[in-house]
């Protein structure tokens, strides 16, 4: 097109392109405000609520080694499998049993809280949303299953990911 043509639809796309990038920055603020309320709403449950020994509201879990099913597969959850802006799970790899690293080792069930022990202040926790056979995730997780009768695993989750755990926390990291 000529270009006086050329000078309008550049002005054009400059002005959409603006509108674009105004409406990213007020959906950036609006997702930041959004997390300080979820956090607010967090901290304010959890600040009235008694400390309790978590050893005696989890059950102890299994371990197994997955070379005893040396040909067959099975779904292994690392750390990387954990988005940890929305604290779940978000991939599992599937492998066998001779290739299963020597880390997989924690068999996980459906509702079990996973909690990486590796750079805890990154907060890669999640729940198990799925009920799979040997199901594994690795060594650098702490699994907590809930005692039903005395503790809501979705209640101790929430209370994992709330800044009261991360400041207990924090000073224990080496």
């Given at each position: 097109p000529p270009l006086s043509t050329q000078s309008k639809i550049v002005a054009k796309l400059d002005e959409v392109f603006g509108?674009?990038?105004?409406?990213i920055n007020l959906l950036k603020?609006?997702?930041?405000d959004v997390e300080s309320v979820r956090k607010s709403a967090i901290e304010s449950i959890f600040d009235y609520?008694?400390?309790?020994?978590?050893?005696?509201?989890?059950?102890?879990?299994?371990?197994?080694?997955?070379i005893s099913i040396s040909n067959?597969?099975?779904?292994?959850?690392?750390?990387?499998?954990?988005d940890n802006s929305r604290f779940i799970l978000t991939e599992t790899k599937v492998i066998s049993g001779k290739e299963a690293?020597?880390?997989?080792?924690?068999?996980?069930n459906e509702n079990d809280i996973i909690f990486a022990t590796t750079r805890p202040s990154l907060k890669n926790i999640a729940v198990i949303d799925?009920?799979?056979?040997?199901l594994t995730c690795s060594t650098g997780f702490c699994v907590l299953r809930t005692k039903s009768e005395l503790?809501?695993?979705?209640y101790l989750f929430y209370y994992l990911i709330s800044d009261i755990v991360a400041n207990k926390i924090s000073p224990m990291i080496r």
């Open positions: 509108n674009i990038d105004h409406q603020a609006n997702i930041e609520h008694e400390s309790a020994i978590i050893q005696k509201l989890v059950q102890k879990t299994e371990t197994w080694n997955p067959e597969t099975f779904e292994y959850i690392d750390i990387s499998s954990i690293p020597s880390r997989a080792k924690k068999l996980v799925r009920d799979l056979k040997n503790l809501n695993f979705q």
